[in-house]
T-cell receptor
């Protein structure tokens, strides 16, 4: 089925650990986005990629890096996780079709 | 900058009651407006949209009209069901530097009780 696939769905990290959230879309869209969702704050843009080979910072990029591996895939990396990065992370494509989210807890 | 304002809730209604969730916005240009719905444990799904002033978006019994004069896009439904319990996000979208910038409200939680 067409859409946006995110992995993993759940993750618990210790402070200082690193991990990569994966996102893939099969709709041949140019733009892809990473958001975080926190209570009382809605969705905030972390990074986006307007096209293959380009990435740019969004509203809250600190502590994150991204890679647009090809047109389909856009990954989000936490190099040294902090408790403030406990959140639900969503990937989206050009049409703002959203993945089902990754619930990350940093302890 | 752009912003979207909506109440956080929760809004609690009895089944078959009338629903209104208010949404107002500020924008520098002429945005498109959206309502998204998020069911527990899931991602956001597009519910309806309107791309210009006076357009009415509708889907699954929900409606919203793009009111440029009052910068509003209120969501309404005549008779809610328990299955409508979810979080509803108002959002605006503008083209910005080669990508579509989307600004979300904080989300309004709706609880419908039988």
């Amino acid at each position: 089925n067409a859409g946006v696939t995110q992995t993993p769905k759940f993750q618990v990290l210790k402070t200082g650990q690193s991990m990569t959230l994966q996102c893939a879309q099969d709709m041949n869209h140019n733009s892809m986005y990473w958001y975080r969702q926190d209570p009382g704050m809605g969705l905030r843009l972390i990074y986006y990629s307007a096209s293959e080979g380009t990435t740019d910072k969004g509203e809250v990029p600190n502590g994150y890096n991204v890679s647009r591996l090809n047109k389909r895939e856009f990954s989000l990396r936490l190099e040294s996780a902090a408790p403030s990065q406990t959140s639900v992370y969503f990937c989206a494509s050009s049409s703002h079709t959203f993945g089902s989210g990754t619930r990350l807890t940093v302890v | 900058g752009d912003s979207v304002t909506q109440m956080e809730g929760p809004v609690t209604l009895s089944e078959e009651a009338f629903l209104t969730i208010n949404c107002t916005y500020t924008a520098t240009g002429y945005p498109s407006l959206f309502w998204y719905v998020q069911y527990p444990g899931e991602g956001l799904q597009l519910l309806l949209k309107a791309t210009k002033a006076d357009d009415k978006g509708s889907n699954k019994g929900f409606e919203a009209t793009y009111r440029k004069e009052t910068t509003s896009f209120h969501l309404e439904k005549g008779s809610v069901q328990v299955s409508d319990s979810a979080v509803y996000f108002c959002a605006l979208r503008e083209n910005s530097g080669g990508y579509q910038k989307v600004t979300f409200g904080i989300g309004t939680k709706l609880q419908v009780i039988p």
